[in-house]
C-alpha cells in the first residue's frame, strides 16, 4: 500500500510540472513569436529560457526519482528489521518446542494420561468462599448476644486451595480453616499437651474468663463473669463458653463441630446458595464437611476446620486429626496449612509464566499411587527444591527435569530414613511467612521417622517406590 501510494504522488507531480511548464513554454513561444521581426536577440534570449526550463523539468523529475528510491529504501529496511525481531520473538518462543521434539511429546503423552490439566479449581474456590462469607455473616448475627466463639473470616487451605489437586475433579474436596477467636469476657492459652500420644505437635486451648468491669472500654451491656453472683448470671445472662462448647476449661473440637453443624443445618434456607444448591451435612466428629449438589447433579465437596492461631503467625492448631491417630476432643493438632498456602501463593506470585511447578506436584502424585508415600511427604519435598532450584528453572518446557529432581530427592529421603520438615530451621524460608520465634533453630521434624523405626518398612517403601518409578520410565 505504500508503494502504490507513493507512485500515485509521483504521477500526480509529473503531471503538475508538465502541464504548468507546458502553459509557461506555449506564453514564450507567442511571445517570441510577435518580437521576432523587430529583436533577434530576444528571440535568442526565449529560446534559451526555453532549455532551462526544460532542465529545470528535468531536474525536478529526478529529485523525485531519487526521493523515492530512498523511501523504497528506508520501507525495505524497516520492513526487514521488523521481520528480524519476529524471527527472534519465533525461535524464543518455540525453543521450547523445537529443541527436543521429543521431549514435548512426551509431556502431551504425560498431560493426556494422568489428567495433568489443573480442574477449575479458582472459580470452586470462589463460590466456596462466598458460601462461608455469607454463613459466617449469618453467624455473626445470630450469636451477637451468645458467649459462643468469634468466627473470622476463612482461609482457603490444602491443594485445592493452592492451585492443584491429586485428586479426580469430582473427587476433589475444599478445605477452609475458620479460626476461633474469644468471645467477650473469655481468653484463649495454649498450653502444650503432656499426653505424648502423637507424634505431631498437639496443644490443648485452655479457655478462662476475664474481667469485663474494668478497662478503657468496659462492657455495660454484659454481666462480669467473674464479679456478679452465678444466680444473677443464671437469671440476667446466657452461659458462658465454659459451659457451652468446653470440657473442663479446654475449648472441645467436637463440641464446636457439632455446633457449627447443627447451625448450618438451620441457616441454609436463609442463604442465597439455597437456591442454586441443595446441601447436605456429611458425617464428621471433628469439621464441618458439606456436599453441594446442584439440578444437574454436580456435586461439590466442602469441609470446614476450626483453628486456632497461635499468636500472630501463620502457624495454627487444627481441630481435624489425621487419620491415623484420633487424639482426645480437647486435643488440637499443630497445622502448617496456612503457611503452606502463603508459600504457593509466594511462588505464583515470583516463578515465570506457565510454571510447571504445580503441574509436576500433580504428576507425581499419580505417578507415586500405591507407593504408601504421603501426599505431604510429597508437597514437602517439592516447597524444598522449589526454594535449591531458581524459579526461572521450573519454566514449563523444564517439566520432566523437575519431575526426575523430585523422583530423585524422594528416593535419597527413602534411603536416608530422614525428610527434613520445611519449616523448621529452614534458611530459605521467605520474609512473608509468618513463623513462631521458636521454629528457628529448632530441631527439624523428620517425616521419615517411622521408617527410621522400622527397617522392615523402609525396605517395602524403596521396592515399591523403585517399582513405580521403573513403571513410569519404561513402562510407559
Known amino acids: 500500500m505504500l508503494i502504490l ?67 523504497l529504501a528506508l520501507y525495505w529496511w524497516l520492513r526487514e528489521g521488523v521481520r ?31 489428567q495433568l490439566s489443573v480442574p477449575k479449581l479458582a472459580s470452586r474456590r470462589r463460590v466456596v468462599q462466598e458460601l462461608l462469607s455469607d454463613l459466617l455473616r449469618v453467624s455473626h448475627n445470630l450469636f451477637s448476644d451468645s458467649f459462643f466463639p468469634v468466627l473470622e473470616p476463612v482461609i482457603g487451605v490444602g491443594s485445592a486451595c493452592e492451585g492443584w ?28 499437651d503432656s499426653t505424648g500420644e502423637m507424634p505431631q505437635t498437639t496443644m490443648r486451648v485452655r479457655v478462662e474468663l476475664v474481667c469485663t468491669c474494668t478497662g478503657d472500654q468496659p462492657d455495660q451491656n454484659m454481666l462480669c463473669f467473674l464479679h456478679h453472683s452465678e444466680q444473677e448470671l443464671k437469671r440476667n445472662q446466657v452461659a458462658s463458653l465454659l459451659h457451652t462448647l468446653c470440657t473442663g476449661p479446654y475449648l472441645d473440637g467436637e463440641k464446636i463441630a457439632l455446633w457449627f453443624q447443627t447451625f448450618v443445618i438451620s441457616a441454609w434456607s436463609m442463604m442465597p446458595q439455597s437456591r442454586r444448591y441443595s446441601m447436605k451435612v456429611l458425617p464428621s466428629c471433628r469439621s464441618c464437611k458439606m456436599k453441594l449438589m446442584k439440578a444437574s447433579g454436580r456435586s461439590l465437596f466442602v469441609e470446614t476446620v476450626f483453628s486456632v492461631q497461635q499468636g500472630d503467625s501463620d502457624i495454627f492448631l487444627s481441630s481435624q486429626p489425621t487419620e491415623a491417630q484420633i487424639p482426645p476432643s480437647t486435643t488440637w493438632l499443630e497445622s502448617y496449612a ?73 528416593r535419597c529421603c527413602l ?62
Open 5 to 71: 501510494f507513493l507512485l500515485w504522488l509521483v504521477q500526480c507531480l509529473r503531471h503538475f510540472i508538465n502541464v504548468y511548464l507546458d502553459e509557461d513554454l506555449n506564453q514564450q513561444r507567442t511571445e517570441m513569436m510577435q518580437e521576432l521581426a523587430h529583436r533577434t536577440v530576444e528571440q535568442n534570449v526565449g529560446s534559451w529560457g526555453a532549455v532551462l526550463w526544460t532542465a529545470v523539468q528535468q531536474c525536478l523529475f529526478w529529485a523525485l526519482a531519487v526521493s523515492l528510491m530512498v523511501l
Open 84 to 114: 528480524e525481531v519476529d524471527n527472534r520473538r519465533d525461535s524464543e518462543s518455540e525453543e521450547s518446542e523445537e529443541e527436543n521434539p521429543a521431549e514435548r511429546n512426551m509431556i502431551w503423552l504425560f498431560s493426556r494420561r494422568f
Open 165 to 192: 489437586s491429586p485428586h479426580k475433579e469430582e473427587d476433589v474436596v475444599y478445605c477452609m480453616f475458620v479460626p476461633l477467636k474469644p468471645p467477650r469476657g473469655h481468653a484463649f492459652h495454649l498450653e502444650q
Open 338 to 410: 496456612v503457611a503452606e498456602a502463603k508459600f504457593f501463593r509466594h511462588v505464583a506470585m515470583h516463578a515465570p509464566p506457565r510454571s510447571c511447578h504445580l503441574k509436576c506436584l500433580r504428576l507425581c502424585a499419580r505417578i507415586l499411587e500405591g507407593s504408601g508415600l504421603s501426599i505431604y511427604a510429597l508437597k514437602t519435598t517439592v516447597m524444598h527444591l522449589l526454594t535449591l532450584i531458581p524459579l526461572s528453572e521450573w519454566q514449563h518446557r523444564y517439566l520432566l527435569m523437575r519431575v526426575d529432581d523430585t523422583m530423585r530427592y524422594l
Open 415 to 476: 534411603e536416608e530414613k530422614h525428610l527434613k520438615h520445611f519449616f523448621f530451621d529452614n534458611e530459605d524460608m521467605p520474609r512473608e511467612i509468618s513463623l513462631p520465634p521458636a521454629f528457628q533453630g529448632a530441631q527439624p521434624l523428620n517425616l521419615f521417622q517411622h521408617l527410621a523405626q522400622d527397617p522392615a518398612a523402609q525396605t517395602e517403601a524403596l521396592k515399591k517406590f523403585d517399582d513405580l518409578q521403573y513403571h513410569f520410565y519404561f513402562g510407559f
